[in-house]
């Protein structure tokens, strides 16, 4: 084959590729406006809600007043890039908490007069006028909480801070990618995804199970520093009259032989054990027997609203007695 030919069956190779792409985008653009299709929500979360945070501790913030309709419910972004009302840093009467936690006290997939953190406040309201501030950000550990509520949080002046623990808050803190921008094309995340999926399972016996149950050896730097984050934010409470309770959150796939109890137990006693008053409701939710029904969808096991109101209804009671700490 001559240099010419050559050229001219890259270029139709090219232009064929090139059709194949624009066509696939438009399709997926149009799917994903008709159903919801999770790895693409999260990269428009990533994309439209997200942006990069000058502290690495933190590593994303949301943008401030940003909006999206994600996992067909509106996602609406305060002036202070959290998904609450707008709240005065000046105190009022009002019993003040700070939540912290990730995509669950987000309110991933549900609307947010139904997260737990809206319905405790309305919970917690019935004895003492209370608000409560939501700082939760998707893909948040406990390093990225403590800081942002160093940073975003401590100006509210809170009487208390709860932290919603969920067991992926264990992981490394992730560095935001550079190729985040092209995440806005719907072909670029659903061939990534299906690439991804391809290459978790040909590693042959990795599962989510073993892979969050590594997390939790001692010398694993995610809880390593999760640890090293309890403490200080221990102690900033401590210096500040602050009261400080964790609620440990379930994951929600298996129900009847929950296979994070030794990880959790970990967790629970080393919080205890450094005065932090903590509660797992795992045995709150034990024997569900079809978890499915508290899933914001079939492939998505964040907590339902279903979910979310046996959340609330299960730490009122925890919230209400003010045991801050066992010291």
């Known amino acids: 084959m ?55 501790n933190i590593g994303h913030m949301h943008k401030p007043d940003a909006e999206a309709f994600l996992m067909g419910v509106d996602v609406k972004i305060n002036s202070d890039g ?45 004895t003492r006028p209370t608000e409560m501030i939501n700082f939760g950000h998707g893909n948040y550990n406990t390093v990225q909480q403590l800081n942002l509520f160093k940073e975003k949080g401590l100006k ?75 403490l200080e934010l221990k102690k900033i409470c401590t210096e500040r009259g602050i009261g400080l309770q964790v609620i440990m959150l379930p994951e929600l796939h298996n129900l009847i032989d929950y296979p994070f109890e030794a990880e959790y137990s970990k967790v629970e006693s080393f919080l205890a054990d450094n005065g932090i008053a903590v509660i797992d409701l795992t045995d709150s939710f034990r024997g569900y027997a079809n978890p499915v029904e508290l899933w914001v969808a079939t492939d998505d096991a964040h907590p339902n609203a279903l979910a979310h109101k046996m959340i609330a209804e299960y730490s009122r009671d925890f919230l209400k007695t003010g045991n801050f700490s066992d010291e």
């Open 82 to 126: 959290l998904r609450d009302e707008e709240y005065s840093v000046e105190r009022n009467d009002k019993q003040r908490i700070a939540v912290l936690g990730d995509s669950l006290t987000l309110g991933w997939g549900v609307e947010k007069d139904a997260t737990y953190e809206v319905l405790l406040e309305s919970m917690l309201s019935e």
């Open 2 to 56: 001559n240099p010419k030919d050559l050229m001219k069956g890259l270029a139709a190779a090219g232009i064929s590729l090139l059709i194949f792409f624009v066509m696939l985008e438009l399709s997926l653009q149009i799917y994903t406006r008709l159903y919801i299709y999770y790895d693409v929500e999260m990269s428009r979360y990533a994309t439209e809600v997200k942006e990069k945070a000058e502290n690495p």
């Open 156 to 230: 509210y002046n809170p009487d208390s801070v709860v932290v919603f623990y969920f067991i992926n808050d264990a992981e490394v803190t992730p560095v935001r990618s550079k190729w985040t921008p092209i995440a806005r094309l719907r072909s670029v995340t659903f061939l990534w995804s299906r690439v991804r999926g391809l290459l978790t399972r040909s590693e042959g016996g990795t599962t989510f199970e073993s892979f969050y149950s590594e997390l939790y050896e001692d010398d694993q730097p995610g809880f390593v520093a999760l640890r090293e984050a309890f």
